[in-house]
């Protein structure tokens, strides 16, 4: 049983598109998040959803959105594609209750051509 | 606001050997907590262990277990009996009220057979 699962796992991509990377968690969690890994492996926040606010981080470009259809899916938009763009983007969640504690998906690779 | 240092890029051990994996952390918040996650070449983000700011008891997890010193916002991994399997990125943590983990850069560990 998969706890957290993000389609596509790769996304190749040219500059100036749109597109859209799918999570969904099966674990009944409250919040969910997204991180970015660039290519020196840094990973940072860049979004977190609770079902009832959405807190985002100042360094994130607009260009990015996220969107939630209901608690259990939080899918991120990106708009206008840049070579920067370019990383492994991933999905968590956590039991707003619980310890913190947070479950990832396996990621989806973006590449910007 | 958090920040979490890991000074060590990469760092090898023999197979059956024990290694010691560091890592400084600065909080404002009282209440927080420290993880380490492993990440091995399939990308997917794996919980190790995970300690509570409050417990004053190291947590251990098998062959897994932290040195905490609070004062000194320190926040060690050992690893015993390292196996091949062991080899991955491993990355420290740090969680605060906000819920939003705060990444160190990471040590790459490779296992010596």
């Known amino acids: 049983d998969t706890a957290v699962s993000q389609t596509p796992k790769y996304l190749v991509t040219q500059m100036g598109n749109d597109k859209s990377i799918k999570c969904e968690q099966n674990?009944?969690?409250?919040?969910m998040y997204w991180y970015k890994q660039d290519s020196k492996k840094f990973l940072k926040i860049m979004f977190s959803y609770n079902n009832k606010e959405l807190i985002i981080n100042e360094t994130v470009p607009n260009r990015f959105s996220p969107k939630s259809p209901d608690k259990a899916h939080l899918n991120l938009h990106i708009n206008s594609l840049e070579l920067g763009d370019s990383a492994v983007y991933f999905c968590?969640?956590?039991?707003?209750?619980?310890?913190?504690?947070?479950?990832f998906g396996p990621g989806t690779r973006l590449t910007v051509t | 606001a958090q920040t979490v240092t890991q000074s060590q890029p990469e760092m090898s051990v023999q197979e059956a050997e024990t290694v010691t994996l560091s890592c400084t952390y600065d909080t404002s918040e009282s209440d927080y907590y420290l993880f380490w996650y492993k990440q091995p070449p399939s990308r997917q983000m794996i919980l190790v262990i995970r300690?509570?700011?409050?417990?004053?008891q190291n947590a251990t997890e098998n062959r897994f277990s932290v040195n905490f010193q609070k004062a000194a916002k320190s926040f060690s991994l050992k690893i015993s009996d390292s196996q091949l399997g062991d080899a991955a990125m491993y990355f420290c943590a740090c969680s605060g009220s906000a819920r939003q983990l705060t990444f160190g850069s990471g040590t790459q560990l490779t296992v010596l057979p």
């Open positions: 968590a969640s956590s039991q707003t209750t619980d310890s913190y504690e947070q479950y």
């Open positions: 674990l009944g969690h409250d919040t």
């Open positions: 300690q509570e700011a409050y417990k004053q």
